[in-house]
């Protein structure tokens, strides 16, 4: 089964700029969730999606936003760059079956930002 | 409010058994014990997850306490390929799937 993929794996931009990032899950999960990773803060949780559905959200300006569309795949989009958007942004799929405890995320290999 | 603490750096001597340690004293009856691993500039790459019992797999074995409030992450043989930041994470299976990073431990695996 192939794993999570995501696209672009680097990117550069510059301040003020938008950017939209890809993700498609493993087939058959249902669940998305993003994650922003800087050398100062760590991992972070953005939000997650599920069924189309935003089902939880991290702590993040208004500028993050996040889609999911009935195929799973999901997109996140940052709007008026600031240079502490650089980062590493990860995507996790999980089945999330309602029962038991088989909702182990799985990671993408992550897209690089960099903005100037 | 960090969940587990884990000791910042360790090192591991190739083929030899790494054991990770991580606290994790507040744990909740209906909290699982998750272990990822995440090689440099690398997606986190699941390892093993627990509730009370032991646990192993083909990467690594799980030992929790009869308490639950402490576990260690084995990997039996090191390898270089093995130096990576380990994060040990509790969560409640199902529902949201959040996980909460900390700053996890820098295993270097040397020859």
């Known amino acids: 089964k192939a794993g999570v993929t995501q696209t672009p794996r680097y990117l550069i931009k510059t301040r003020g700029q938008q950017v939209t990032l890809s993700c498609s899950p493993i087939?058959?999960?249902?669940?998305v969730s993003w994650y922003q990773q800087t050398p100062g803060q760590g991992l972070q949780f953005l939000f997650e999606y599920f069924s189309e559905t935003q089902r939880n959200k991290g702590n993040f300006p208004g500028r993050f936003s996040g889609r999911q569309f009935s195929n799973s795949r999901s997109e996140m989009n940052v709007s008026t760059l600031e240079l502490g958007d650089s980062a590493l942004y990860l995507c996790a799929s999980s089945p999330n079956r309602l029962a038991g405890n088989t909702d182990t995320q799985y990671f993408g290999p992550g897209t690089r930002l960099t903005v100037l | 409010d960090a969940k587990t603490t884990q000791p910042p750096s360790m090192d591991c001597a190739e083929g030899r058994a790494a054991n990770l340690p991580c606290n994790h004293s507040?744990?909740?009856?209906?909290?699982?014990v998750y272990w990822y691993r995440q090689i440099h500039s690398q997606g986190p790459q699941y390892i093993i997850h627990g509730l009370k019992n032991n646990e192993t797999n083909e990467m690594a074995s799980l030992i929790i306490t009869e308490d639950r409030k402490s576990s260690t992450l084995i990997l039996p043989h090191a390898t270089l390929r093995d130096t990576a930041v380990y994060y040990c994470i509790v969560r409640v299976a199902g529902g949201y799937s959040t996980l909460t990073f900390g700053k996890g431990t820098m295993l270097l695996v040397s020859p």
């Open positions: 507040t744990i909740s009856g209906n909290e699982y």
């Open positions: 087939s058959g999960h249902r669940s």
